[in-house]
T-cell receptor, first 116, second 114 residues
């Protein structure tokens, strides 16, 4: 079973509007971290935002916020006031405790296109 | 701070050739990782290191080797390149192994094996 599921292969949004990118995860651990990364067409992986499993508040970083619903095991990324430069691939990732090779487990990504 | 740097950015290899992908970080991070990203997919862990002199296999280690002689450097070696190793390779580092700790990525190396 996939540990990270991103059900939207592609999303379109108008400039200045908000968009939500979906992410659901699967783990039996109580302690874990959820991350979103942005990969523009240039290829680098840019860290955007992090949510810890014990955090009671949803994480926010500027125009990015994470809608964390623990019972539903979802960690959706919300981008407010979309900009043309937000067009990129977005990856949701989870890091479980040591014993999982310390790795990040990535979803397959969502390609976001911001239209002018 | 440069963060995580990788060289080269691009490389084309012939089947059977060898090469080393270089990775350096200047954040004094103990933990370093090598991932590969195949087209249309997320990243998969190849090898990781928890400190100088200590390395271990990830999900997809076959065909690769690593070493970690210093905190800063974590090179990835391909001994006998195969077309299945055509991919984008990312090096990453983090301060700790806590599940809450962010991994920071280098810019990637795009490798094609023909």
């Amino acid at each position: 079973a996939q540990k990270i599921t991103q059900t939207q292969p592609g999303m379109f949004v108008q400039e200045k509007e908000a968009v939500t990118l979906d992410c659901t995860y699967d783990t039996s651990d109580q302690s874990y971290g959820l991350f979103w990364y942005k990969q523009p067409s240039s290829g680098e992986m840019i860290f955007l935002i992090y949510q810890g499993s014990y955090d009671e508040q949803n994480a926010t970083e500027g125009r990015y916020s994470l809608n964390f619903q623990k019972a539903r095991k979802s960690a959706n990324l919300v981008i407010s006031a979309s900009q043309l430069g937000d067009s990129a691939m977005y990856f949701c990732a989870m890091r479980e405790p040591a014993g999982s090779n310390y790795k990040l487990t990535f979803g397959k990504g969502t390609l976001l296109t911001v239209n002018p | 701070n440069a963060g995580v740097t990788q060289t080269p950015k691009f490389r084309i290899l012939k089947i059977g050739q060898s090469m080393t992908l270089q990775c350096t970080q200047d954040m004094n991070h103990n933990y370093m990782y090598w991932y590969r990203q195949d087209p249309g997919m997320g990243l998969k862990l190849i090898y990781y290191s928890v400190g100088a002199g200590i390395t271990d296999k990830g999900e997809v280690p076959n065909g690769y080797n690593v070493s970690r002689s210093t905190t800063e450097d974590f090179p990835l070696r391909l001994e006998l390149a195969a077309p299945s190793q055509t991919s984008v390779y990312f090096c990453a580092s983090s301060y700790s192994a806590f599940s809450t700790d962010t991994q920071y990525f280098g810019p990637g190396t795009r490798l094609t094996v023909l």
